[in-house]
Nanobody, 121 residues
């Protein structure tokens, strides 16, 4: 059974940086599209950034130019480098791994347990 596990969250001052990691196991990591999502208190979970198995990236407008998503297939790990953090970035950040498209009966999807990022002075 596959799983993904996030790490790297914490408390940081506004303007600071953090690097999140998502380590996958039990899956052929290189075949999966990966993504970071976040959920702030009282809000719905939202997409932060995604990266395809080929390395194409996509970002939410609110993080463009500040966050960078990347992956290391040899280490089955995905990263999110976050810079110039703002209080509104405070949320639980979740790792997502997907193989297959919506509606595909063989689609596989995994979510991590989340890691807390708090941006506050």
């Amino acid at each position: 059974q596959g799983q993904v596990v996030e790490s790297g969250g914490g408390l940081v001052q506004p303007g600071g940086s953090l690097r999140l990691s998502c380590a996958a196991s039990g899956i052929t990591f290189s075949m999966y599209a990966m993504g970071w999502y976040r959920q702030a208190p009282g809000k719905q979970r939202e997409l932060v950034a995604t990266i395809t198995k080929g390395g194409d990236t996509n970002y939410a407008e609110s993080v463009k130019g500040r966050f960078t998503i990347s992956r290391d297939n040899a280490k089955s790990t995905m990263f999110l480098q976050m810079s110039n953090l703002k209080p509104e970035d405070t949320a639980v950040y979740y790792c997502n791994a997907v193989l297959g498209t919506e509606g595909n009966p063989f689609r596989q999807e995994y979510w991590g347990q989340g890691t807390q990022v708090t941006v506050s002075s």
